[in-house]
């Protein structure tokens, strides 16, 4: 396994997506919802991995929820980077982070594959993600 490292642009917020995949093999997922589109979004995640999203000052990251309401997505207030989508999934949480928000990001060389899940219900949506993204922890703190 290895760590890639990065975050947003003003330090505030920071990601550690541990996987063994080769970045190199992952193909970023541009989600076509209207929110994804406009910040031009390129997904990734790994069921077998993990994903740590670090908040220094939590009152300085928005975790944005819309159309179902059941996904917060990681946004620094600070300097407006979003970095990944959280999933609270039961006692547990899912998500995935923005490609080019990694330190590593030149290494994800693939060409983003647009992906549509406007017709999803939550049921199906969980479901999904439960297959293919990360495990995912949210740390307040400087860790
Ligand atoms: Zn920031």
Known sequence: ??????????????????TALD????????????????????????????????????????LYRFGLGITEFVICRNCGVYAGAHM????????NVMAHVLDAHAQFTLPTIPVVRSGEDEDGRRIRR??????????????
């Open 1 to 18: 396994m290895k760590v890639y490292e990065g975050g947003c642009h003003c330090g505030n917020l920071r990601v550690a997506f541990r």
């Open 23 to 62: 970045p190199a093999q992952m193909a970023p997922r541009a989600c076509q919802c209207a929110f994804c589109r406009k910040h031009a979004t390129g997904a990734v995640s790994d069921p077998d991995g993990h994903l740590e999203f670090i908040l220094k000052n939590p009152d300085q990251v928005h």
């Open 88 to 95: 609270p999934d039961g006692e547990a949480a899912i998500g």
């Open 130 to 143: 439960r297959k293919s993204w990360t495990p995912s922890t949210l740390v307040t703190g400087s860790a």
